[in-house]
């Protein structure tokens, strides 16, 4: 049987600003612009989404899942969530090498606000399409 060794990538850290530092989003030098820009990235919520649903998977599995993103585009956003300590990465040294992504549980608390975004979509999007008809048409 072969071994299996697994290595997962940690997390980078940026140092949280200290308490005392008034936080709001409309400074263009507050921090959270950072993440709300992460959050706001094409693929993020539909990366997100499709691992709560699975759990983990393999990069063609979230491929598959997620929908119309390159493969480039994929790794660059896998990256990115790596990096903010959303998505863990675990390598497996297995022939051939298999790696799979799976949210953290920083990742994981981001499904409830997702949620309401998506309800909200979901809910609205016959009066946003009517409304761009108009614009357009």
């Known amino acids: 049987m072969p071994q299996h060794h697994v290595t997962t990538t940690p997390a980078t850290s940026i140092a949280p600003p200290p ?7 409309l400074s263009p030098d507050c921090p959270s612009r ?4 992460r959050i706001g990235e094409r693929w993020t919520m539909f990366v997100i989404l499709a691992l709560s649903r699975a759990g983990t998977l393999r990069f063609t599995e979230l491929r598959a899942t997620v929908g119309e993103v390159t493969p480039k585009v994929l790794t660059e956003t896998l990256r990115a969530l790596e990096a903010d300590g959303l998505v863990e990465r675990r390598a497996y040294a ?3 090498p298999r790696v799979e992504y799976s949210l953290t549980p920083l990742g994981t608390s981001l499904l409830e606000p997702i949620a309401a975004m998506r309800e909200w979509a979901e809910q609205h999007v016959p009066e946003v399409l009517a409304s761009r008809e108009r614009a357009t048409g």
Do not use: M
């Open 34 to 37: 950072v993440i709300l820009s």
């Open 94 to 96: 297995d022939s051939p």
């Open 19 to 25: 308490d005392d530092v008034e936080r709001d989003v």
